[in-house]
């Protein structure tokens, strides 16, 4: 019922940038959060940011001053921008939403297929 496809992943050395971008279509009608979680080989996934309909956002401490989430809602996109990239950046980066889909009042959460960021030391 809802898609997120993202895109933007790739390899880049460190101290270098990314922005990844995740869109979300299908039948919904409502979206609170929109967010990225990310996990590297042998851990377990962790959020990296998210953010509300209302444009607040929160971080891990991890990417605190680095990172950046931005929201476009006309749109219903979800961009990530890293700055000063880590090896320890290395991941699958997932896009995830709750929102309310047609012919429902719960909220539901979707998750992307994942985009691979590698960071080279």
């Known amino acids: 019922q809802v898609q997120l496809v993202e895109s933007g992943g790739g390899l880049v050395q460190a101290g270098g940038s990314l922005r990844l971008s995740c869109a979300a279509s299908g039948r919904f009608f409502s979206i609170s959060l929109m967010g990225w979680y990310r996990q590297a080989p042998g851990k377990q996934r962790e959020l990296v940011a998210v953010?509300?309909?209302?444009?607040?956002?929160n971080y891990a401490d991890s990417v605190k001053g680095r990172f950046t989430i931005s929201r476009d809602n006309a749109n219903n996109t979800v961009y990530l921008q890293m700055n000063s990239l880590k090896f320890e950046d290395t991941a699958v980066y997932y896009c995830?939403?709750?929102?309310?889909?047609?012919?429902?009042?719960?909220?539901?959460?979707?998750w992307g297929q994942g985009t691979q960021v590698t960071v080279s030391s």
């Open positions: 953010t509300t309909s209302d444009g607040s956002a």
């Open positions: 995830y939403t709750i929102c309310k889909v047609v012919g429902s009042t719960s909220w539901y959460q979707y």
